[in-house]
């Protein structure tokens, strides 16, 4: 059966992916409490692209593919700047800020890819969508909403902000550019291909850093950790090829709207994972994603 005529199956993969990643972000936040962004990003790029290169081989397709300059222009960048440094900048928010408010600023990951869509793809929203799109952020933000008047940090705040904010921009930016390949090339090689360029990237800045040594070793230091390996399995390879997967069969901006629910279920596998309390505003932002998340889907 081929999978492009099962009915709304970017949008099925790009809900999905929103489990996956959850399930990875909860996974890289244990591993974040030993291991080092750049050390734990280059390990789950790694990881993905030695998975990646033998489905590649089983699938046939394990090949250079006869592209325009410009096309490999595009996956490269898309691979260094939404992975290598984008995904570096994320881990350094989930440290300084913890999964709850990391879902908050993971809020900003849709609106850009929307905004860059718009810009650089000619993407448009119906009404309806746009009004999904709203439900799925207000859902995000009354889940992540924390009232529990413990003192912060306001420097450590301020810099985990400003690495997310960083992060979903260039996540965003970097998507969105790779989309025009996506339509015609296949999903496991541009996915492979762009995990390469995010591992050279980091093997580059690594490279220059004279920490470097001692970052390696975070990631062996009392054994390698089970989250690490598992967390980067289902970021780096699973979750991957559904979310381009997503964006390769429907719309950025509705891709990235379902992607959004991420947020909410970072808490659920955080109360079953990390047996973090749940709240009320937690259960109700549950309910209020799937319904802004079935408003987007269905109103493509």
């Not at 984008?86 to 929307?114: Q, W």
Request: proline letters at 2%; one cysteine or more; a positive charge.
């Amino acid at each position: 059966m081929n999978i492009e005529t099962i009915p709304y199956i970017g949008q099925i993969m790009a809900i999905t992916t929103a489990i996956f990643w959850a399930m990875a972000v909860v996974l890289f936040k244990k591993s974040g409490e030993t291991v080092h962004p750049i050390g734990l990003n280059l390990f789950k790029n790694v990881l993905g692209v030695g998975l990646l290169i033998p489905t590649l081989f089983f699938i046939n397709q394990l090949e250079i593919r006869n592209l325009s300059s410009n096309d490999y222009l595009l996956i490269f960048l898309s691979g260094a700047i939404g992975i290598g440094i984008a995904d570096t900048f994320f881990f350094k928010c989930l440290n300084y800020l913890g999964a709850g408010l990391t879902a908050i600023v993971d809020c900003l990951y849709s609106p850009f890819v929307i905004g860059f869509s718009f810009l650089l793809l000619g993407e448009s929203l119906t009404i309806w969508q746009m009004v999904g799109v709203m439900i799925i952020l207000s859902a995000v933000l009354t889940a992540t909403h924390q009232s529990d008047g413990k003192p912060t940090d306001k420097k450590r705040i301020v810099k985990g902000l400003s690495y997310g904010v960083i992060a979903m921009f260039l996540t965003g930016f970097g998507v969105v550019i790779v989309k025009p390949v996506l339509e015609h090339e296949p999903l496991i090689w541009v996915t492979t291909v762009r995990l390469l360029s995010g591992v050279v990237v980091l093997i580059f800045l690594l490279g220059f850093n004279k920490k470097r040594v001692a970052i390696i070793k975070t990631l062996f230091e009392n054994g390698m950790r089970w989250s690490t390996v598992m967390g980067s399995f289902l970021g780096a390879y699973v979750a991957m090829i559904l979310w381009l997967g997503g964006m390769k069969y429907t719309q950025a901006s509705t891709a990235a709207a379902l992607n959004q629910t991420s947020s909410i279920f970072i808490f659920i596998f955080a109360y079953l994972i990390l047996k973090e309390k749940m709240s009320l505003k937690k259960v109700i932002g549950v309910f209020l994603a799937v319904a802004g998340a079935i408003l987007v889907t269905f109103s493509s």
